[in-house]
C-alpha cells in the first residue's frame, strides 16, 4: 500500500477556516473605510500579507529563478494577510491607495484598438528616500480590478478568451522623466520615428514581467533596491491589454468604464526615518490622473 502522500494525490485542511478568517479582514476594512471599491477592499488584504518563516524557508536563495518564484507563489499567493498592516501605515512602511477608472478599448468601423491609460504621480517621500543613499529600500505594487466572464466560457487564449480586459501596471524607472515614461507606455505620446528603450520589466523585481502579465484580475509585485533609486519612481502607469471586449463589439463595455485599485507601499526596515509624514503633507482628497 503506497505511503500517505507519496502518489499523485495529497491531503489539504482548514480551507473553510482560512476563507471565514479572510472574510473577516474584508469586514473589518469595509467597516473602518466604507468608501472603498471592493477593488480596494481586494488589494489591501493581498497587499497585507507576508510570506511566514516556512514559505520563506522555499526561497531563501536571492538567486532563485522566476520559475522556483512562479512556483512559490502559485503555493502560498503572497502569504498570510494581516488587518493591522491592511488598516494601518507604519511610519517606516508607508502605504498609498490610488482608485481609478480606465476605459480599456474603443471601437472604429475598421478596427479595435486600446484606448487609454491612466498615470498617477503619487505624493512620494522624494527628499526622505534621497537621504538614505544606497541604503536598500523595497516598494511593493498591487493592482487589483474584476472582469466580465467570457459567456463562450472558451479558455484563457485566443480570440474568445475568458476576461473581457486586462490591466496591467508599469513603474516610472529612476533614468526617466515622467514624459519619457509616459512614452515608453504610450505610443500615441511618441513623436514619429522616435526610439525608447525596452519596455522590459527593470532589474530588481521579484517576480518580474513574467508574474506581472500572467492571466488573472489581480497582479502583485515587490522592487528592491538602492533609496535614491526608488526616490525617483514616483509615477505609476495602469493600461489596458487585450480581452474578449475588444473583438466582440456588440458586448464591450468600455465605454462604461471599469475600476481598479492600485497600493503601493515603501517599506525601509532597517533604518530609522519617518516615510509617513512628509506624504500626509502633500496628499489631497483625490490623486490627480491624467490619461
Given at each position: 500500500?503506497?505511503?500517505?502522500?507519496s502518489?499523485?494525490?495529497?491531503?489539504?485542511s482548514?480551507?473553510s477556516?482560512?476563507t471565514a478568517?479572510?472574510?473577516?479582514?474584508?469586514a473589518s476594512?469595509s467597516?473602518?473605510y466604507?468608501?472603498l471599491?471592493?477593488?480596494?477592499?481586494r488589494?489591501?488584504?493581498?497587499?497585507?500579507?507576508?510570506?511566514?518563516?516556512?514559505?520563506r524557508?522555499?526561497?531563501?536563495?536571492r538567486?532563485a529563478?522566476?520559475?522556483?518564484?512562479?512556483n512559490l507563489?502559485?503555493?502560498y499567493g503572497?502569504?498570510?494577510?494581516?488587518?493591522?498592516?491592511?488598516?494601518?501605515?507604519a511610519?517606516?512602511?508607508?502605504t498609498?491607495?490610488?482608485?481609478?477608472?480606465?476605459?480599456p478599448?474603443?471601437?472604429?468601423?475598421n478596427?479595435?484598438?486600446v484606448r487609454e491609460m491612466n498615470?498617477?504621480e503619487?505624493p512620494w517621500?522624494?527628499?526622505?528616500?534621497?537621504?538614505l543613499?544606497?541604503t536598500?529600500?523595497?516598494?511593493r505594487?498591487?493592482l487589483?480590478?474584476?472582469?466580465e466572464?467570457?459567456?463562450s466560457?472558451?479558455?484563457?487564449?485566443?480570440?474568445?478568451?475568458?476576461p473581457?480586459?486586462?490591466?496591467?501596471f508599469a513603474t516610472?524607472?529612476?533614468d526617466?522623466n515622467?514624459?519619457?515614461?509616459r512614452?515608453r507606455?504610450?505610443k500615441r505620446?511618441?513623436?514619429e520615428?522616435?526610439?525608447?528603450?525596452s519596455?522590459?520589466?527593470?532589474k530588481?523585481?521579484?517576480?518580474?514581467?513574467?508574474?506581472?502579465q500572467?492571466?488573472g484580475?489581480l497582479?502583485?509585485?515587490?522592487?528592491t533596491?538602492?533609496?535614491v533609486?526608488?526616490a525617483s519612481?514616483g509615477?505609476?502607469?495602469?493600461?489596458?491589454?487585450?480581452?474578449?471586449?475588444?473583438?466582440?463589439r456588440?458586448?464591450d463595455?468600455?465605454?462604461?468604464g471599469?475600476?481598479?485599485?492600485?497600493?503601493?507601499s515603501?517599506?525601509?526596515p532597517?533604518v530609522?526615518i519617518?516615510?509617513?509624514?512628509?506624504v500626509s503633507?502633500?496628499?489631497?482628497?483625490?490623486?490627480?490622473?491624467?490619461?
Amino acid at each position: 500500500m503506497p505511503q500517505l502522500g507519496s502518489g499523485f494525490f495529497a491531503t489539504t485542511s482548514a480551507t473553510s477556516a482560512a476563507t471565514a478568517q479572510v472574510a473577516a479582514i474584508a469586514a473589518s476594512i469595509s467597516a473602518a473605510y466604507p468608501n472603498l471599491l471592493p477593488e480596494t477592499v481586494r488589494a489591501l488584504i493581498v497587499h497585507s500579507a507576508q510570506w511566514t518563516p516556512a514559505m520563506r524557508a522555499r526561497f531563501a536563495n536571492r538567486n532563485a529563478n522566476k520559475g522556483d518564484l512562479a512556483n512559490l507563489l502559485r503555493r502560498y499567493g503572497m502569504g498570510v494577510p494581516s488587518l493591522e498592516r491592511a488598516l494601518r501605515s507604519a511610519t517606516d512602511a508607508l502605504t498609498l491607495v490610488a482608485e481609478g477608472r480606465i476605459h480599456p478599448f474603443e471601437q472604429s468601423e475598421n478596427a479595435s484598438k486600446v484606448r487609454e491609460m491612466n498615470l498617477h504621480e503619487l505624493p512620494w517621500p522624494t527628499d526622505e528616500l534621497e537621504s538614505l543613499g544606497e541604503t536598500e529600500v523595497s516598494m511593493r505594487v498591487t493592482l487589483s480590478y474584476f472582469v466580465e466572464p467570457n459567456p463562450s466560457s472558451r479558455g484563457w487564449t485566443g480570440r474568445y478568451a475568458y476576461p473581457s480586459h486586462g490591466l496591467r501596471f508599469a513603474t516610472k524607472r529612476a533614468d526617466e522623466n515622467v514624459n519619457r515614461f509616459r512614452q515608453r507606455i504610450n505610443k500615441r505620446a511618441r513623436v514619429e520615428g522616435q526610439r525608447l528603450p525596452s519596455s522590459k520589466t527593470e532589474k530588481g523585481w521579484l517576480f518580474g514581467a513574467a508574474q506581472q502579465q500572467k492571466p488573472g484580475s489581480l497582479h502583485a509585485d515587490i522592487w528592491t533596491g538602492p533609496a535614491v533609486d526608488l526616490a525617483s519612481k514616483g509615477a505609476i502607469a495602469v493600461y489596458p491589454v487585450a480581452g474578449w471586449w475588444q473583438f466582440r463589439r456588440a458586448w464591450d463595455q468600455s465605454e462604461k468604464g471599469v475600476d481598479y485599485c492600485l497600493v503601493i507601499s515603501i517599506e525601509a526596515p532597517d533604518v530609522n526615518i519617518d516615510l509617513w509624514t512628509p506624504v500626509s503633507q502633500q496628499i489631497q482628497a483625490t490623486v490627480e490622473i491624467t490619461t
